[in-house]
């Protein structure tokens, strides 16, 4: 008899081991974070000797995993392999976080396999002692990787949510690590200057592997070599004249212009994807290098990164959600996602429609700056918040009033995002552009007021 009647049952379950430690005080992530019940458990059910998955790819950084690894899993399946992917958090439901070739797992799939993970996942809990709880994070990775073998997958890429070193996704044998943009993120879990960020972030890389950033910031890219060198892998990172160039518009998203592939219709919006997109390509690179199929020479290689580049869906990052007024949506939460945000909608805010921005930036992000950064291109600010996750927590409205009066005449606060949307929609009327720079539970809310799903991607 099967132990979990839905999804709600699954999600209680796994969430089961960390609800008992949160009010603990939790400090650092080399203190607070152990993987080793994650390791545990993929030991006990068999899923770290097993062989069908040939290749693993860990992304982490500051922002752009999750578009980098959808552009990477998009590439692989346009190169004829089967691709698994695993990202977070999710937007509408906890199955997104497990796809193959972009369909989520099912409910009866993730019900069936947690059932059989449920005995060794309360063998080794009835072992903890003190503050150490199974990550959530972990069990999804077990679910994974179980779903992953049953479908035959040879190639899997997978998005860490926090850090890297001491992060469930680095336990995987990966032979690629991918680095996007390292910034000022989580100081008290990862610390507090760019370097020791760096270092949480360097512990995806494996032994005799290869890694690849983005343009960065020397002294992170100093750690990245040390790392590297430590374990003998090839380390390298892309310049920025590399990087694949914007070369214009089309009805669908954005024209990029990358090397050996020309110019290539993307169906993304956001001018931050040439930069994710251009990562995505050198490491698909390599993984399928050591992948059997079509030559990296071959006409048909190319062929299919075009392809691939011209069918990425990444939900909720600058995603047009409506029209009369346009509505805009994207996890623009640091400053630098701020500025890309507008870069990618310039065509739009050129000063002939009015503009309402709902912002929600997290407290440990630089909200200040956030809206010090759209400020100067919309006509009213409405700031909001949400207690969907208990993780991510925002400035109190009385900081978060003060911040943006500062920078902006027109600012007010909303008690929830559908509140938010409905003043700033009213605010331009049907000719204007409404921005939702908000963080990913707000997007996930988003979604869920107009009524998307992501069942494939």
């Known amino acids: 008899m099967m132990r979990f ?70 590439l692989l399946q346009h190169l004829g392999h089967t691709v698994g992917m695993v990202t977070s958090p999710h937007l509408v439901e906890y199955r997104e976080r ?53 479908q035959g997958v040879s190639a899997a890429v997978l998005e860490v949510g926090r850090g890297g ?32 960020i760096a270092w949480h972030k360097a512990g995806i890389i494996k032994p005799r592997s290869y890694a690849y950033s983005v343009p960065q910031a020397s002294s992170v890219l100093d750690v990245f070599q040390a790392e590297a060198d430590a374990h003998d892998a090839e380390f390298a990172w892309i310049a920025p004249n590399d990087l694949g160039q914007y070369v214009g518009r089309h009805a669908n998203g954005i024209v990029m212009s990358l090397g050996r592939y020309g110019e290539i219709p993307m ?15 050198q490491g698909v690179g390599s993984m399928h290098g050591r992948l059997p199929g079509i030559a990296h020479q071959a006409p048909a290689y190319s062929a299919a990164i075009r392809a691939g580049l011209g069918d990425v869906t990444w939900p909720g990052r600058m995603q047009r959600l409506g029209e009369s007024p346009e509505v805009w949506i994207d996890a623009a939460t640091t400053p630098r996602a701020a500025r890309m945000m507008l870069a990618s909608l310039a065509h739009l805010l050129d000063g002939s429609r009015p503009v309402a921005a709902v912002i929600g930036t997290p407290i440990d992000r630089d909200y200040a700056g956030v809206y010090a950064t759209l400020a100067p291109k919309v006509d009213r600010i409405i700031l909001t918040s949400t207690d969907i996750n208990p993780n991510v927590r925002f400035p109190a409205p009385d ?48 979604m869920l007021l107009y009524g998307l799903r992501f069942e494939v991607i």
Request: glycine share 6%; aromatic share 6%.
């Open 5 to 74: 009647h839905d999804e709600g049952d699954a999600i209680t379950y796994i969430f089961r081991s960390i609800r008992r430690v949160r009010d603990l005080p939790r400090g650092a992530d080399e203190f607070a974070r152990d993987v080793t019940p994650t390791r545990r458990l993929l030991a006990g059910c068999g899923l770290t000797t097993h062989t069908r998955i040939c290749e693993y790819a860990v992304v982490t950084g500051s922002k752009g995993k999750g578009s980098t690894v959808a552009i990477a899993a998009k």
């Open 98 to 150: 497990i796809r193959v070739n972009g369909r989520m797992i099912s409910e009866s799939d993730f019900l069936r396999i947690l059932d059989r993970l449920a005995p060794e996942i309360d063998r080794i809990e009835a072992e903890f002692t003190g503050a150490q709880y199974f990550s959530p994070q972990g069990i999804f990775l077990a679910i994974a990787l179980m779903w992953f073998d049953e």
């Open 165 to 196: 070193r001491f992060d469930d996704m680095a336990v995987v044998p990966n032979k690629l690590s991918l680095f996007t943009p390292i910034l000022l993120e989580h100081v008290a879990q990862l610390g507090d200057t760019l370097e020791r």
């Open 267 to 281: 169906s993304m919006h956001g001018m931050v994807e040439l930069e994710n997109a251009t990562l995505a390509v």
């Open 399 to 446: 900081a978060a009033l003060t911040a943006a009066r500062a920078v902006h005449e027109q600012v007010e606060y909303a008690p929830n995002l559908a509140t938010a949307l409905d003043r700033a929609r009213e605010s331009v009327g049907r000719d204007g552009v409404v921005l939702l720079a908000v963080t990913l539970p707000l997007v996930g809310e988003a």
